[in-house]
T-cell receptor
Framework: NAGVTQTPKFRILKIGQSMTLQCTQDMNHNYMYWYRQDPGMGLKLIYYSVGAGITDKGEVPNGYNVSRSTTEDFPLRLELAAPSQTSVYFC??????????????FGSGTRLTVV | AQTVTQSQPEMSVQEAETVTLSCTYDTSESDYYLFWYKQPPSRQMILVIRQEAYKQQNATENRFSVNFQKAAKSFSLKISDSQLGDAAMYFCAFPMRFGAGTRLTVKP
């Protein structure tokens, strides 16, 4: 059982470039989330989704976009990368919303550096 | 809004000893869940333990237990018989709201 799979694990972007962080889960969870973790900090919510076709902003959505065309996939798009987006990005999913009963299952993260 | 505060950026414990990590929180809700997550150097976030606010009994998972004081809005994590593999960042969290973390070092 793979759980939550994120790709790539590492990426270096130049300022102004765009990229998509991929996230797939095989647990049939309706609820999925994107977090970023800055050095020495906790996780901050970027976007979340309560099901296919339904997404909403979290605490720090600026500079990002998401889509949810299937239950399994929840990609995060960075447009016009900026140094402030240098961070580790985590995708997560949960059985219940917003992860009340059983917490989250996390992917292994993507370390993104914007230079 | 919910807030989570971890006042100990770093903690250290001797192997086989017990350590307690502190967490305070604020919420206007009466029913909620709280969590502790572990993040080892591998970066993987791992759920350690969860507590349901309406339950009086403190949650326990093997060597990990919590001291949940609802009135004081305190949710500390106790690790007994510390092992080298316990070295990690520990995050106290609501759903969708995380503290800044405590880095735990385990000395052999």
């Amino acid at each position: 059982n793979a759980g939550v799979t994120q790709t790539p694990k590492f990426r270096i972007l130049k300022i102004g470039q765009s990229m998509t962080l991929q996230c797939t889960q095989d647990m049939n969870h309706n609820y999925m989330y994107w977090y970023r973790q800055d050095p020495g900090m906790g996780l901050k919510l970027i976007y979340y989704s309560v099901g296919a076709g339904i997404t909403d902003k979290g605490e720090v959505p600026n500079g990002y976009n998401v889509s949810r065309s299937t239950t399994e996939d929840f990609p995060l798009r960075l447009e016009l990368a900026a140094p402030s987006q240098t961070s580790v990005y985590f995708c997560a999913s949960s059985y219940s919303f917003p992860g009340q009963s059983y917490g989250y299952t996390f992917g292994s993260g993507t370390r993104l550096t914007v230079v | 809004a919910q807030t989570v505060t971890q006042s100990q950026p770093e903690m250290s414990v001797q192997e086989a000893e017990t350590v307690t990590l502190s967490c305070t929180y604020d919420t206007s809700e009466s029913d909620y869940y709280l969590f502790w997550y572990k993040q080892p150097p591998s970066r993987q976030m791992i759920l350690v333990i969860r507590q349901e606010a309406y339950k009086q009994q403190n949650a326990t998972e093997n060597r990990f237990s919590v001291n949940f004081q609802k009135a004081a809005k305190s949710f500390s994590l106790k690790i007994s018989d510390s092992q080298l593999g316990d070295a990690a960042m520990y995050f106290c969290a609501f759903p969708m709201r995380f503290g800044a973390g405590t880095r735990l070092t385990v000395k052999p």
